[in-house]
């Protein structure tokens, strides 16, 4: 809403501030903060993110309290659509919790000759390499925060370095993070709930805030039954 | 008739639109595109170099056949190892190179009109000597002989007619032409201390006294016999030492020391249109020990710099146990290399594909944090999860090898995005999971020695997360966790 020009003498008289906020002259700073974004894949997440899907180019944190809520799965449509483009560039695992699983991935659509895995101690350099090279289409980066580490300093490198290169990363990490400020364009917050999740969006360009669901949409070939 | 027609097609071909030849010989030799300052500043240093060369001779009338420079160095320098450096630069122009005892003999026709010109070329060639440490005497003949001659008598200069050869020649005394002793002696005693007077005596004559070696020689000096000459092939493996002068005992020292070898490395491997992808560094510390160092990169390459770079990651990770006193470096298997195009744009930008960037990052990662650490992902077609994907080389152009068995076992049943390693414990009681589906039997591998029995169920845990976990089929019946929904 909000820069539709409605310059019609009824709408003036009966909604003054409607009016003004209508002039094209006028500009409100949540319109001005649309950044080139990549669809998420799901439409009601689309409609709620600013700009209708994750930030192209800069940092995204999606913060959970431990690994298994669904954060792969907020973005294997993302994954599956970098593998279809046809430069093939690299998506970067940095320091992933577990083995990504290459059947499940390769069940998803991924192309898994495009996944570089990378264990490391030292995250964060290895994710300031990675958006450097400019050889990745997207890189994820799972950091542990340490009691008494400040990485903001090391995030505003990684945000600027993305920015750079116009790669979009992808920043796991836990809900403690939350208390402290972080350079990222996104930060969400990522609940359980049945068939779905909750995400909570903590900071966004444009600054909308807010909480919303998501469903899952089935894997195929679920096996149902209890025992 | 048929050869001049040839030469001139050739000529066609090669200005060609699109084709420069001047600006060819210099472009492959930088891995990143000059700027326009250096390009300038470069070509202004050509012509300053060209402008100390003496002129060519040159004939209206006679066609060019073959023109031989020499390199001669003096005594002091002529070492095996100096003129196999020599002749490995040399090289990069011709491949018509050959050895003499103290100098290197290059046939250049063949390659003037790619480096713009004879004198551009030869610029270029000494240029190189000159930063290379050796400063040669050199001359340009049409004869390989006769540019021997007039090198070792330091006439620096460059004749290509034949015609005017002779000039040149005469006035040079006889010693010029390194026979022995006592030959030289016999010419002396005749009153012949010139190659003028020395070619003017009746041949027959000549003959009978000196032998027809001598004969041949002289012929061969003008140009009336053709000379063949064995080629010098160049080494196939790089090898080169150096000893510091003093002892190094920081990573940035050894870095500054090594920096010379892997120029010489570039050099060496850019004549043969080669890369390595394998260098062995070894350092010598006091007491007869050593640190070895293997630097593996991605994909082979030429450029001293990357190389330096890689090289600089591996050396911050050392713990030096001593001073270092010497350094050699070696290459591994030379293999082809095909030199990329830099690009316009940046790497995937507007579609462009990603070229030396991919190598380069997965080096870098390598480097620090050792080759195991950085890996691709692979499909087995196997029932058992654990061995259903594999460890894969990282190959960004390779699709995957991943065979349509493998794909419908993936495509039909539901796994975890995420794998333990190990399976472990569950991480609350049975009681607690609430269960979503399962159950899906695995039980295969009775023939090699891994069989599993499980049973693998979809749960949920307490806190929300997803797990795939299994109970074994046989007792104890043990539930273990295998993966994460993630």
Redesign the interface.
């Known amino acids: 809403m909000g820069r539709t020009p409605s310059l019609s003498s009824d709408t003036a008289a009966d909604d003054p501030l409607g009016s003004l906020l209508a002039h094209p002259a006028l500009w409100r700073g949540r319109s001005l903060a649309r950044t080139d974004t990549h669809s998420t894949g799901y439409p009601t997440l689309d409609e709620a993110l600013p700009g209708g899907g994750w930030p192209a180019n800069g940092l995204s944190e999606i913060l959970s309290l431990h690994p298994g809520l669904g954060e792969l799965r907020l973005l294997m449509p993302l994954l599956v659509r970098f593998g279809q483009q046809p430069s093939a560039r690299w998506v970067a695992w940095i320091a992933p919790p577990f083995e990504p699983y290459a059947p499940a991935l390769a069940g998803a659509g991924v192309p898994l000759e495009r996944q570089l895995v990378v264990r490391t101690d030292e995250p964060l350099w290895a994710l300031e390499q990675a958006i450097e090279s400019g050889a990745c289409a997207t890189v994820l980066g799972w950091l542990k925060s340490r009691p008494g580490e400040a990485l903001q300093r090391s995030l505003r490198r990684l945000q600027l370095a993305a920015q750079r290169q116009r790669t979009p990363v992808f920043l796991f990490r836990e809900v403690a993070a939350a208390q402290c400020a972080s350079p990222a364009e996104l930060r969400l917050e990522l609940h359980f709930r049945v068939g779905g999740a909750r995400l909570q969006l903590l900071k966004s360009r444009g600054g909308r805030r807010g909480a919303f669901d998501i469903e899952w949409s089935v894997a195929s070939g679920a096996l149902h039954g209890t025992p | 008739m048929a050869r001049r027609e040839r030469a001139a097609s050739v000529r066609r071909a090669f200005s060609a639109p699109g084709f420069e030849p001047a600006s060819s010989a210099t472009a492959p030799s930088s891995a990143t595109a000059p700027s326009s300052v250096d390009a300038r500043r470069r070509a202004a240093q050509q012509a300053r170099a060209i402008a100390d060369l003496p002129p060519v001779l040159d004939s209206l009338f006679d066609e060019v056949l073959e023109s031989w420079l020499a390199l001669q160095l003096p005594p002091s320098q002529a070492t095996p190892e100096m003129l196999g450096r020599l002749g490995t630069l040399a090289y990069r122009y011709t491949s018509r190179v050959s050895l003499e005892a103290d100098a290197v003999l290059l046939e250049v026709q063949g390659s003037v009109r790619l480096f713009g010109g004879l004198q551009a070329l030869c610029a270029q060639l000494l240029e190189r000597c000159r930063a290379a440490g050796l400063e040669p005497r050199w001359a340009l003949a049409p004869t390989p002989l006769a540019a021997l001659v007039l090198a070792r008598a330091g006439r620096n200069i460059m004749v290509r007619a034949r015609d005017r050869l002779m000039g040149e020649l005469a006035p040079l005394p006889v010693e010029s032409l390194a026979w022995s002793a006592e030959t030289l002696a016999r010419l002396d005693s005749l009153g012949v201390r010139t190659l003028g007077a020395l070619l003017r005596l009746p041949r027959a004559g000549f003959a009978k006294r000196f032998g027809k070696e001598a004969l041949l020689a002289l012929d061969r000096l003008s140009g009336a016999t053709a000379e063949p000459r064995r080629g010098f092939l160049p080494r196939e493996h790089f090898h080169l030492r150096s000893e510091p002068t003093f002892e190094l005992i920081s990573q940035a020292a050894i870095l500054q020391h090594v920096a010379p070898l892997l120029d010489q490395l570039e050099q060496f491997l850019r004549t043969r249109q080669c890369g390595v992808d394998l260098l062995k560094l070894r350092l010598a510390h006091r007491a007869g020990r050593f640190t070895r160092l293997d630097v593996r990169l991605a994909a082979a390459d030429v450029s001293a710099e990357r190389f330096a770079t890689v090289l600089s990651e591996q050396l911050a990770r050392l713990a030096l146990p001593a001073a270092v006193i010497d350094c050699e470096l070696r290459s591994g298997v030379l293999q082809p290399f095909i030199a990329h195009s830099d690009s316009l744009w940046?790497?995937?930008?507007h579609?462009?594909?990603?070229g030396r960037?991919?190598p380069?990052?997965?080096e870098?990662?390598r480097a620090?944090?050792g080759s195991?650490?950085?890996?691709?992902?692979?499909?087995v077609p196997q029932h058992r999860?654990e061995i259903?994907?594999?460890v894969?080389e990282?190959?960004?152009?390779?699709?995957?090898p991943?065979t349509a068995e493998?794909?419908y076992?993936?495509?039909?049943?539901?796994?975890?995005?995420?794998?333990?390693?190990q399976p472990a414990a569950l991480p609350c009681a049975v009681s607690a999971l609430h269960?979503?589906?399962?159950?899906?039997r695995i039980e295969t591998g009775w023939w090699d020695g891994q069989d599993v029995a499980r049973d693998y169920?979809?749960v949920r845990?307490p806190?929300?997360?997803?797990?795939w976990v299994y109970r074994e089929r046989l007792p104890p019946h043990t539930w273990w966790w295998h993966?994460?929904?993630?």
Do not use: N, Q
């Open positions: 940046r790497p995937a930008e579609g462009g594909a990603i960037e991919s380069a990052l997965i870098r990662l620090r944090l195991e650490a950085v890996y691709g992902l692979c499909l999860p259903a994907w594999r894969a990282p190959a960004l152009d390779a699709p995957s991943c493998a794909l076992h993936v495509s039909t049943l539901r796994r975890p995005l995420w794998l333990l390693r269960w979503i589906a399962g159950p899906e169920y979809v845990e806190r929300g997360a997803e797990l993966g994460v929904f993630g």
